[in-house]
T-cell receptor
């Protein structure tokens, strides 16, 4: 069974600081997704990482994927208040060690980020 | 506006009621999903429809009944729910490239916040 673990689950940081959110997953997958959810809102896609060593950056956020370590990171640079949200990673369950199922994204529990002045 | 519209936004129902959640996507996608988001668990995939055919049912109780009349519309029919079914129900869509490709990122609706009394 594919499991996805994020840490930390809660993160309070000051504006201007840097931090990294980690996403570990338990079975083989070459596809990893990061989403953002604002309170009371829907999920918004941030990054799609499709291969080992993939790195993508958008503004103050940078995501990377190491499929050998089964690890993705979401790095926050010089945080600002607008980044406060919950961040989810999700792994495509298709083609994993357990066979997976087409169309099945397995989500982590999310990291609730609060950026304070 | 994400291109995926869900109605209603909020729903309160008794355990003996029957209600339906509606989802419509305007993105030309061929795959649609129902996810459940509760405070205590990660996002849980409930159902997947590819080209109107149900391809995934994650051991969801029969009191939840999906319907996909066409590739743009998805319903979730609810009857005799339990209080523990109270959650945010999210619809999503994607362009599934099937065996020749991979699942592109999901586009989520704003969700229906369901309370079962």
């Amino acid at each position: 069974e594919l499991k996805v673990e994020q840490n930390p689950l809660f993160l309070s940081m000051q504006e201007g600081k840097n931090y990294t959110i980690y996403c570990n997953y338990s079975t083989t997958s070459d596809r990893l997704y990061w989403y953002r959810q604002d309170p009371g809102k829907s999920l918004e896609s941030l990054f799609v990482l499709l291969s080992n060593g993939a790195v993508k950056q958008e503004g103050r956020l940078m995501a990377s994927l190491d499929t050998k370590a089964r690890l993705s990171t979401l790095h926050i640079t010089a945080a600002v208040h607008d980044l406060s949200a919950t961040y989810f990673c999700a792994v495509d369950g298709q083609g994993g060690d357990d066979g997976g199922s087409q169309g099945n994204l397995i989500f982590g529990k999310g990291t609730k980020l609060s950026v304070k002045p | 506006e994400t291109g995926v519209t869900q109605t209603p936004r909020h729903l309160v129902m008794g355990m003996t009621n029957k209600k339906s959640l509606k989802c419509e996507q305007h993105l030309g996608h061929n795959a649609m999903y129902w996810y459940k988001q509760s405070a205590k668990k990660p996002l849980e995939l409930m159902f997947v429809y590819n080209f109107k055919e149900q391809t995934e049912n994650n051991s969801v109780p029969s009191r939840f009944s999906p319907e996909c009349p066409n590739s743009s519309h998805l319903f979730l029919h609810l009857h005799t729910l339990q209080p523990e079914d109270s959650a945010l129900y999210l619809c999503a869509s994607s362009q599934d490239l099937g065996v020749s490709g991979f699942n592109e990122k999901l586009f989520f609706g704003s969700g229906t916040q369901l309370s079962v009394l």
